[in-house]
Antibody, heavy 118, light 110 residues
Framework: QVQLVQSGAEVKKPGASVKVSCKASGYTFTDYNMHWVRQAPGQGLEWMGWISPNSGETNYAQKFQGWVTMTTDTSISTAYMELSRLKSDDAAVYYC???????????WGQGALVTVSS | QSALTQPASVSGSPGQSITISCTGTSNDVGGYNYVSWYQQHPGKVPKLMIYAVSNRPSGVSNRFSGSKSGNTASLTISGLQAEDEADYYCSSYTSTTSRVFGGGTKLTVL
Protein backbone atom coordinates (compact mmCIF):
# COMPACT_ATOMS: atom_id res chain seq x y z
CA GLN A 1 0.00 0.00 0.00
CA VAL A 2 1.08 3.58 -0.61
CA GLN A 3 2.83 5.15 2.36
CA LEU A 4 4.45 8.53 2.88
CA VAL A 5 6.53 8.68 6.05
CA GLN A 6 7.85 12.06 7.11
CA SER A 7 10.68 13.08 9.39
CA GLY A 8 10.02 14.10 12.95
CA ALA A 9 9.20 17.35 14.70
CA GLU A 10 11.73 20.17 14.57
CA VAL A 11 12.39 23.22 16.73
CA LYS A 12 14.18 26.05 14.97
CA LYS A 13 15.22 29.58 15.83
CA PRO A 14 14.04 32.53 13.74
CA GLY A 15 16.27 33.00 10.71
CA ALA A 16 17.26 29.33 10.56
CA SER A 17 16.32 26.80 7.90
CA VAL A 18 14.41 23.54 8.21
CA LYS A 19 14.49 20.51 5.93
CA VAL A 20 11.64 18.00 6.09
CA SER A 21 11.86 14.62 4.42
CA CYS A 22 9.14 12.37 3.03
CA LYS A 23 9.93 8.75 2.21
CA ALA A 24 7.56 7.10 -0.25
CA SER A 25 6.80 3.41 -0.61
CA GLY A 26 4.23 1.19 -2.25
CA TYR A 27 4.39 2.81 -5.69
CA THR A 28 6.85 3.95 -8.35
CA PHE A 29 8.22 7.17 -6.87
CA THR A 30 8.96 8.80 -10.22
CA ASP A 31 5.44 8.32 -11.56
CA TYR A 32 3.80 11.00 -9.38
CA ASN A 33 4.57 14.58 -8.45
CA MET A 34 5.06 15.29 -4.77
CA HIS A 35 3.33 18.30 -3.29
CA TRP A 36 3.92 20.08 -0.01
CA VAL A 37 1.12 21.63 2.04
CA ARG A 38 1.35 23.37 5.38
CA GLN A 39 -1.13 24.11 8.14
CA ALA A 40 -0.46 26.67 10.82
CA PRO A 41 -2.06 26.04 14.24
CA GLY A 42 -5.82 26.50 14.02
CA GLN A 43 -5.56 27.57 10.37
CA GLY A 44 -6.38 26.11 6.99
CA LEU A 45 -4.37 24.20 4.43
CA GLU A 46 -1.87 26.16 2.35
CA TRP A 47 -0.37 24.73 -0.84
CA MET A 48 3.37 25.37 -1.13
CA GLY A 49 4.40 23.74 -4.40
CA TRP A 50 5.25 20.53 -6.18
CA ILE A 51 8.24 18.68 -7.55
CA SER A 52 8.45 16.06 -10.25
CA PRO A 53 10.73 13.27 -9.05
CA ASN A 54 11.05 12.19 -12.66
CA SER A 55 12.42 15.44 -14.09
CA GLY A 56 13.24 17.55 -11.07
CA GLU A 57 10.88 20.26 -12.32
CA THR A 58 9.39 22.36 -9.57
CA ASN A 59 6.46 24.77 -9.29
CA TYR A 60 6.33 26.87 -6.15
CA ALA A 61 3.45 28.99 -4.95
CA GLN A 62 4.31 32.63 -5.55
CA LYS A 63 4.42 33.30 -1.82
CA PHE A 64 7.24 30.80 -1.33
CA GLN A 65 9.38 31.54 -4.38
CA GLY A 66 12.97 32.28 -3.39
CA TRP A 67 12.33 30.90 0.03
CA VAL A 68 11.49 27.22 -0.40
CA THR A 69 13.48 24.49 -2.11
CA MET A 70 12.02 21.11 -3.01
CA THR A 71 14.26 18.25 -4.01
CA THR A 72 14.13 14.49 -4.36
CA ASP A 73 16.52 11.57 -4.08
CA THR A 74 15.10 8.93 -6.37
CA SER A 75 17.61 6.31 -5.17
CA ILE A 76 15.82 6.23 -1.82
CA SER A 77 12.34 7.40 -2.97
CA THR A 78 12.48 10.43 -0.74
CA ALA A 79 11.32 13.99 -1.24
CA TYR A 80 12.60 16.97 0.71
CA MET A 81 11.25 20.44 1.45
CA GLU A 82 13.61 23.08 2.80
CA LEU A 83 12.31 26.41 4.05
CA SER A 84 14.82 29.12 4.84
CA ARG A 85 14.82 32.34 6.87
CA LEU A 86 12.18 31.01 9.20
CA LYS A 87 9.84 33.39 10.97
CA SER A 88 7.50 32.73 13.86
CA ASP A 89 4.53 32.48 11.53
CA ASP A 90 6.20 29.61 9.67
CA ALA A 91 5.37 27.43 12.65
CA ALA A 92 3.07 24.79 11.20
CA VAL A 93 2.55 21.17 10.36
CA TYR A 94 4.13 20.46 7.00
CA TYR A 95 2.63 17.65 4.91
CA CYS A 96 3.89 15.91 1.83
CA UNK A 97 1.14 14.56 -0.39
CA UNK A 98 1.11 12.63 -3.63
CA UNK A 99 -0.34 14.47 -6.57
CA UNK A 100 -2.63 12.44 -8.77
CA UNK A 101 -3.13 13.07 -12.48
CA UNK A 102 -6.49 14.65 -11.78
CA UNK A 103 -4.82 17.31 -9.63
CA UNK A 104 -6.02 15.86 -6.34
CA UNK A 105 -4.03 14.53 -3.38
CA UNK A 106 -4.77 10.91 -2.69
CA UNK A 107 -2.16 10.02 -0.08
CA TRP A 108 -0.68 12.18 2.67
CA GLY A 109 2.27 11.92 5.00
CA GLN A 110 1.61 12.03 8.72
CA GLY A 111 2.85 15.62 8.93
CA ALA A 112 5.94 17.17 10.48
CA LEU A 113 5.50 19.82 13.15
CA VAL A 114 7.92 22.72 12.83
CA THR A 115 8.16 25.07 15.79
CA VAL A 116 9.93 28.41 15.41
CA SER A 117 10.99 29.94 18.68
CA SER A 118 13.88 31.92 20.03
CA GLN B 1 -3.19 33.14 -6.10
CA SER B 2 -5.98 33.89 -3.62
CA ALA B 3 -7.58 31.16 -1.58
CA LEU B 4 -10.91 29.80 -2.74
CA THR B 5 -13.89 31.12 -0.76
CA GLN B 6 -15.74 28.77 1.57
CA PRO B 7 -18.21 29.54 4.37
CA ALA B 8 -16.48 29.48 7.72
CA SER B 9 -19.07 27.17 9.23
CA VAL B 10 -22.15 25.15 8.44
CA SER B 11 -24.32 23.01 10.66
CA GLY B 12 -27.05 20.43 10.40
CA SER B 13 -28.91 17.85 12.41
CA PRO B 14 -28.39 14.11 12.06
CA GLY B 15 -30.15 12.79 8.99
CA GLN B 16 -30.29 16.15 7.27
CA SER B 17 -28.34 17.26 4.19
CA ILE B 18 -25.89 20.14 4.03
CA THR B 19 -24.01 21.79 1.20
CA ILE B 20 -20.64 23.53 1.38
CA SER B 21 -19.77 25.95 -1.39
CA CYS B 22 -16.34 26.75 -2.81
CA THR B 23 -16.06 29.82 -5.02
CA GLY B 24 -13.10 30.63 -7.23
CA THR B 25 -12.52 32.18 -10.62
CA SER B 26 -12.29 31.16 -14.25
CA ASN B 27 -8.57 30.62 -13.62
CA ASP B 28 -9.22 27.79 -11.22
CA VAL B 29 -12.62 26.30 -10.27
CA GLY B 30 -14.43 27.59 -13.34
CA GLY B 31 -11.71 26.71 -15.81
CA TYR B 32 -11.03 23.09 -14.97
CA ASN B 33 -12.88 20.02 -13.75
CA TYR B 34 -10.19 19.44 -11.17
CA VAL B 35 -11.89 20.35 -7.91
CA SER B 36 -11.33 18.06 -4.95
CA TRP B 37 -12.61 17.98 -1.38
CA TYR B 38 -10.87 16.91 1.83
CA GLN B 39 -12.18 16.02 5.27
CA GLN B 40 -9.99 16.71 8.29
CA HIS B 41 -10.82 15.69 11.83
CA PRO B 42 -8.99 17.52 14.64
CA GLY B 43 -5.36 16.48 14.84
CA LYS B 44 -5.68 14.18 11.86
CA VAL B 45 -4.37 14.09 8.32
CA PRO B 46 -6.66 15.38 5.55
CA LYS B 47 -8.61 12.68 3.72
CA LEU B 48 -9.66 12.84 0.08
CA MET B 49 -13.46 12.70 -0.22
CA ILE B 50 -14.20 13.89 -3.77
CA TYR B 51 -11.95 14.38 -6.81
CA ALA B 52 -12.47 15.73 -10.32
CA VAL B 53 -15.58 17.62 -9.14
CA SER B 54 -17.84 14.65 -8.50
CA ASN B 55 -15.88 11.41 -8.21
CA ARG B 56 -15.65 9.43 -4.97
CA PRO B 57 -12.54 7.43 -4.11
CA SER B 58 -13.06 3.83 -3.16
CA GLY B 59 -14.22 3.54 0.42
CA VAL B 60 -15.85 6.96 0.69
CA SER B 61 -19.53 6.85 1.55
CA ASN B 62 -22.01 7.66 -1.22
CA ARG B 63 -23.55 10.17 1.17
CA PHE B 64 -20.83 12.51 -0.09
CA SER B 65 -21.31 14.08 -3.51
CA GLY B 66 -19.79 16.93 -5.48
CA SER B 67 -20.88 19.25 -8.24
CA LYS B 68 -19.86 22.45 -9.99
CA SER B 69 -21.59 25.34 -11.67
CA GLY B 70 -19.52 28.12 -13.18
CA ASN B 71 -16.90 29.29 -10.72
CA THR B 72 -18.53 27.59 -7.72
CA ALA B 73 -18.12 23.99 -6.65
CA SER B 74 -20.21 22.32 -3.96
CA LEU B 75 -19.91 19.41 -1.58
CA THR B 76 -23.15 17.87 -0.37
CA ILE B 77 -23.37 15.50 2.56
CA SER B 78 -26.67 13.70 2.89
CA GLY B 79 -27.94 11.74 5.88
CA LEU B 80 -25.63 13.63 8.25
CA GLN B 81 -23.95 11.54 10.91
CA ALA B 82 -22.05 12.56 14.00
CA GLU B 83 -18.81 11.26 12.48
CA ASP B 84 -19.13 13.79 9.64
CA GLU B 85 -18.34 16.60 12.05
CA ALA B 86 -14.97 17.88 10.80
CA ASP B 87 -13.30 20.59 8.76
CA TYR B 88 -13.75 20.43 4.99
CA TYR B 89 -11.46 21.97 2.39
CA CYS B 90 -11.86 22.34 -1.33
CA SER B 91 -8.92 22.50 -3.71
CA SER B 92 -8.54 23.31 -7.38
CA TYR B 93 -6.02 23.11 -10.16
CA THR B 94 -5.11 26.57 -11.46
CA SER B 95 -4.06 28.13 -14.74
CA THR B 96 -0.42 28.30 -13.59
CA THR B 97 -0.34 24.53 -12.96
CA SER B 98 -0.50 25.35 -9.29
CA ARG B 99 -3.06 24.30 -6.74
CA VAL B 100 -5.11 26.39 -4.36
CA PHE B 101 -7.14 25.49 -1.27
CA GLY B 102 -10.24 27.03 0.16
CA GLY B 103 -10.14 28.56 3.61
CA GLY B 104 -11.97 25.61 5.10
CA THR B 105 -15.45 25.04 6.53
CA LYS B 106 -16.19 23.72 9.98
CA LEU B 107 -19.16 21.35 9.91
CA THR B 108 -21.05 20.96 13.16
CA VAL B 109 -23.57 18.15 13.56
CA LEU B 110 -26.12 19.41 16.04
Amino acid sequence: QVQLVQSGAEVKKPGASVKVSCKASGYTFTDYNMHWVRQAPGQGLEWMGWISPNSGETNYAQKFQGWVTMTTDTSISTAYMELSRLKSDDAAVYYCTRGEVGAHFDHWGQGALVTVSS
Amino acid sequence: QSALTQPASVSGSPGQSITISCTGTSNDVGGYNYVSWYQQHPGKVPKLMIYAVSNRPSGVSNRFSGSKSGNTASLTISGLQAEDEADYYCSSYTSTTSRVFGGGTKLTVL
